[in-house]
């Protein structure tokens, strides 16, 4: 099955998404967060920097279990305001 490509909004979404995990991570690492979360280093990485910009949910909730922020935070806050 092939993915169609992501609209520039879902990019932006990615890239909302990606600074309010790398700013409720604060100082703990990368490694720390991303192995009590199940997942690597690199794709907490590439979630942080927008690079994944559409991770799952399971993806998603077991990050915000782990950073101990709610999803409906995430939802708001990742949603860019429109221009």
């Keep these: ?3 169609p490509p992501l609209t520039p909004e879902e990019h932006l979404r990615g ?3 990606g600074r309010l995990l790398r700013q409720a991570r604060g100082e703990r690492s990368i490694v720390e ?3 009590a979360a199940g ?3 690199e794709t907490l ?3 942080e920097t927008g690079r994944i910009a559409t991770p799952a ?3 998603i909730a077991a990050l915000a ?3 101990g922020i709610s999803l409906d935070h995430l ?3 990742s949603t860019p305001a429109p221009t």
């Design 1 to 3: 099955m092939v993915r």
């Design 15 to 17: 890239e909302h998404l």
């Design 33 to 35: 967060v991303a192995a």
């Design 39 to 41: 997942m690597s280093a």
């Design 45 to 47: 990485r590439k979630i």
């Design 57 to 59: 949910f399971f993806t």
């Design 65 to 67: 279990d782990v950073l």
């Design 75 to 77: 939802a708001v806050r």
